[in-house]
Nanobody
Framework: QVQPVESGGGLVQAGGSLRLSCSAS????????MGWYRQAPGKQRELVAT???????NYADSVKGRFTISRDNAKNTLYLQMNNLRPEDTAVYYC?????????????????WGQGTQVTVSS
């Protein structure tokens, strides 16, 4: 089983910064695309940013120029550096990864979700 653990959320004033982390452990063979999603109260979960195994990135228009996604493949860890935060960035942030893992001696494909970490930006 794969167990992701998120950290780094919290309360910050507008214009401030936070750094989220998501570390996955377990019988992981390889992780392909990793990403951050967020869900604000009363809204659907939305994509924030993704990063491929080779480092190619993609961002939602609303966070371009403010957020930076990165990964450490050796540690199976995903990061999200969030600068110049705005009240509209307030949400629960979830990490996601598409991976291959070992189960019962067989390689399988699947994806994992983090437990979510609350980010609150005050005005």
């Amino acid at each position: 089983q794969v167990q992701p653990v998120e950290s780094g959320g919290g309360l910050v004033q507008a214009g401030g910064s936070l750094r989220l982390s998501c570390s996955a452990s377990g019988s992981i063979f390889a992780i392909n695309v990793m990403g951050w999603y967020r869900q604000a109260p009363g809204k659907q979960r939305e994509l924030v940013a993704t990063i491929s195994a080779s480092g190619s990135t993609n961002y939602a228009d609303s966070v371009k120029g403010r957020f930076t996604i990165s990964r450490d493949n050796a540690k199976n860890t995903l990061y999200l550096q969030m600068n110049n935060l705005r009240p509209e960035d307030t949400a629960v942030y979830y990490c996601n990864g598409a991976l291959r893992y070992s189960s019962g001696g067989t390689l399988r494909e699947g994806d994992y979700w983090g437990q979510g970490t609350q980010v609150t930006v005050s005005s």
